[in-house]
């Protein structure tokens, strides 16, 4: 980790941090001062340097920030209503940013020299409100209970171009400190994950494995590390829209980009991941370069309409979504699973096939990545 | 040995097929040699069973198969990770019953499945673990038997209940006559379902054989949305899907009462309404002399809560009267709860006291392990075939008087038919569809 220590200073700006995590995105030159106020009290102000000329209104970062007040022994998440600035959230635009930081409470630092905070971002890709097909097949695990509109239609929200590294889950796992749930023994499997619990209760990553998407995590771990994003686990829905592409790729207010192919069966088309010989994304067959999982992007040239890699294929993915099959209704609590996984049949990577888990399932061939958007988007 | 060969199947009905197999003398593993499966079946229970069967250090899974190549994934990731060896993976289950090295198939199919699966398995010279309800009728439960027995194969029925020690000490008790004489078992199994909202018919998905799902029954038009739980020609419903178990278990708890004398039931689809076929709502008296079995079970009863995880393997009772899988015993003398999924049970005397408490674990690893050991040995198994068929022959019997106006039937245990309604007869055995045909003759 060299998201390096800020110490603040009343008054006195320090210093910044850099990630080389893979998948964050790379933030430097953080610095951090507290200032008094008149009659508002105290307020933090944190700037720093996104640098990353893919960052645009249609790809923007997601950042947030984290702070510690007790030299980096524990951290909580900034809440993003007492940020104000042009750096925080869905940041469109790359450069220069600063962030204001309100809230007496969380800012009336007695000892200054004890606070740090963490500036992180990941790479997020705009889903315009609007109309999409949605054609999951029941059979194949869609939760009946729900009410499935005939003409399907989604509020803006944004999704994680990628799956969640490993070494993004192993950032987290640091944080949260030696005690934390979150890590399994099977989490240090070479081929298949690659996260290893150190002596002093810390953890690294198996050199080489960064880049590839953390498996082993349970929905419970999966969604514990979007909190402390602050995102979300996206819905059924989501991931369909996603997949194909709404109507209009511009969304409905626009209406100046229709979807050449609304209803395909892949995020890149009709064709079937293996046709051709070209290998569109990392399913069960020997030949598409990868026996396990693959790096996140491996395949970033057959994404979605809106630039998403893997979501076919590579890990499956948790979504938010419950299944009430008849048969365990009301003991269980089945979660859905989206989008095939390097160990799946071609057709298991399309839009429409899901899979039920139990939400305390830990395996090889699933992960999740996260969205941001409102609470209820279905 | 020469097995049952998927050309020599499909030249004809089963029966035609299986007249060309030549026997061989049921193996029995070595102790330390690998007993090897193949699983027919990949959804939730399949799966499950799976993974545990891999787990163990005396088995080797070396097929999964599913119709739905969609389902390969999800099951192959829980063998591998647990024996840490690939197993094959086949769309048909027949396949399977090809390869001489395999000793034993897991049929963890729909109902509608059961049956034929078993009995081709054992024609191939495989034992079997199968799924409960054990046949999708009565008839067919009758040649599972003559299948097993005919060729020497073992068959266990997943009603592993009956195999937990708590449940051997209960029967222990009620045997002992602490209780005085027993007339009333009540056996209750309330669960809740949603409704099934159907949707339009679909073309059948690329990787998905529906012609081999459909099997022995009726090839309906593809719609994922009709649960094939709640429709006559793929299962036995619901209702008996579960509460089979109970069933069993009171049948085991009155030292295996064989079969009853009549059947009347109430019910029928009253809250679910939503095209269903198969009752949301069952209540069946058998009467066995001067004993009495009462079945209550419902689709629609969200209080009523299955035993709790926490429960299931500890130190603790459930809250009986909202126990949806508990046991009534009730004696001229004393009273018993029994509760299914190691809930434990507990004893009171004609003055309502409390006089026994025995608290239970679940039996899934010990029926297994029975299994397994009945591979290597030839015993019958915990949970034989007879038992299985005797055991669904209470689903079946209800459900059948509950097919024709929910009259009271009376049966005979020598033909396994009914003796005053020709049209329940009609019921108890089903249309197969060709080739997948039991014949009379297994």
């Known amino acids: 980790m060299t998201l390096r220590k800020l110490l603040l200073s009343f008054g006195i700006a320090v210093l910044c941090s850099r990630c080389c995590y893979s998948q964050w995105l790379e933030i430097s030159n953080v610095k951090l001062r507290q200032e008094s106020t008149e009659l508002a009290g105290p307020k933090i102000m944190i700037e720093y340097d996104i640098i990353d000329p893919g960052i645009s209104p249609e790809s923007p970062a997601y950042v947030f920030v984290r702070y510690s007040r007790d030299s980096g022994k524990s951290w909580q998440f900034i809440p993003m209503d007492s940020l104000r600035g042009n750096g925080f959230d869905i940041v469109d635009k790359s450069g220069h940013k600063q962030i204001i930081w309100w809230g007496t409470s969380q800012t009336s630092f007695t000892d200054g020299n004890q606070v740090e905070v963490r500036v992180r971002g990941i790479a997020m890709a705009r889903i315009p409100a609007g109309k999409f097909v949605m054609k999951s097949l029941p059979g194949a695990g869609r939760d009946e209970s729900k009410e499935i509109s005939p003409d399907p239609d989604l509020p803006l929200f944004y999704m994680a171009k990628n799956e969640t590294t490993i070494s993004m889950y192993t950032d987290y796992l640091n944080e949260l400190g030696s005690e934390a749930a979150g890590w399994n023994q099977r989490m240090a499997s070479e081929n298949r994950c690659g996260i290893v619990r150190n002596d002093d209760g810390t953890y690294s990553v198996k050199p080489g494995r960064e880049n590839y998407p953390v498996t082993y995590v349970s929905w419970y771990d999966a969604t514990n590390f979007l909190l402390w994003c602050g995102l979300r686990l996206p819905s059924e829905a989501e991931c369909e829209k996603t997949m194909r592409g709404g109507l209009y790729l511009d969304g409905d207010a626009a209406k100046k980009k229709p979807n050449p192919m609304p209803e395909r069966r892949y995020p890149w088309g009709d064709e079937s991941p293996g046709a051709d010989g070209v290998f569109r994304c990392n399913y069960d067959s020997e030949d598409d370069g990868f026996a396990y999982s693959s790096p996140v992007g491996s395949f970033a040239k057959f994404g979605s309409p809106y630039g998403i890699c893997d979501l076919a294929g590579n890990v499956a993915e948790w979504t938010l979504d419950w299944y009430s099959t008849s048969y365990h209704a009301g003991l269980d609590g089945f979660r859905m699973v989206r989008g095939g996984s390097w160990m799946a049949v071609a057709a298991a990577c399309d839009a429409i096939t899901g899979a039920t888990q139990l939400p305390l399932k830990e395996s090889s061939i699933m992960g999740f990545r996260g969205v941001k958007g409102p609470a209820n988007s279905r | ?442």
């Open chain 2, 1 to 442: 040995m020469k097995s049952l060969n998927r050309r020599e199947f499909m030249k004809g009905t089963v029966g035609a097929a299986a007249s060309l197999t030549v026997l061989s003398q049921p193996r029995a593993r070595a102790a330390g040699e690998k007993v090897i499966i193949g699983v027919m079946g990949l959804g939730g229970r399949g799966t499950y069973l799976a993974e545990k069967f891999a787990q163990r250090p005396d088995v080797e899974i070396a097929y999964l198969s599913d119709p739905n190549t969609r389902r390969f994934a999800r099951a192959r990731e829980v063998v591998e990770e647990a024996q840490d060896k690939r197993p094959k993976m086949v769309q048909d289950f027949r396949k399977i019953l090809d390869d001489p090295s395999v000793d034993a198939l897991i049929n963890a199919t729909p109902d509608h499945w059961h049956g034929l699966g078993a009995i081709m398995a054992c024609q191939a010279g495989k034992d079997v673990y199968v799924e409960k309800p054990m046949a999708h009728n009565i008839w067919e439960g009758r040649k599972m038997i003559e299948a097993a027995r005919k060729y020497k194969r073992v068959i266990q029925v997943g009603m592993q209940s009956r195999t937990a020690p708590y449940t051997g000490k209960a029967k222990e008790y009620i045997q002992s006559g602490k209780m005085g004489d027993i007339y009333l078992v009540r056996v209750f199994n309330m669960m809740q379902h949603p409704k099934q909202k159907e949707t339009p018919n679909q073309p059948v998905p690329e990787g998905f054989d529906y012609d081999l799902w459909c099997g022995p029954a009726p090839k309906l038009p593809y719609n994922p949305s009709r649960r094939w739980l709640n429709q006559w020609e793929y299962s036995c419903g619901p209702i008996p899907g579960d509460v089979v178990h109970q069933l069993d278990l009171a049948r085991y708890l009155m030292d295996d009462i064989p079969y009853p004398k009549t059947v009347v039931h109430t019910g029928g689809v009253n809250a679910l309404t939503d095209g269903r076929q198969t009752p949301d709502t069952q209540l069946a008296t058998f009467e066995y002399g001067s004993l009495t079995l009462m079945m209550e079970a419902a689709l629609w009863t969200p209080y009523m809560k299955k035993i709790p995880a926490d429960i299931r393997d500890s130190d603790r009772f459930p809250n009986w009267p909202f126990c949806s899988t508990r046991i009534e015993i009730l004696g001229t003398e004393g009273f018993m709860y029994y509760g299914r999924h190691g809930a434990g049970w507990q004893a009171y005397d004609a003055n309502g006291e409390l006089v026994r408490s025995e608290y239970g674990r679940q039996a899934d690893k010990e029926h297994q392990d029975n299994f397994i050991d009945c591979i290597r040995t030839r015993k019958k198994p915990n949970a034989d075939v007879e038992i299985g068929h005797k055991t669904a022959l209470l689903c079946h019997m209800a459900n059948i008087s509950y097919r024709v106006g929910n009259l009271k039937l009376e049966f005979d245990p020598q033909t396994e038919t009914f003796t005053n309604c020709d049209k329940a007869n009609q019921y108890i055995k089903r249309e197969y569809r060709e080739p997948w045909v039991v014949p009379d003759n297994v």
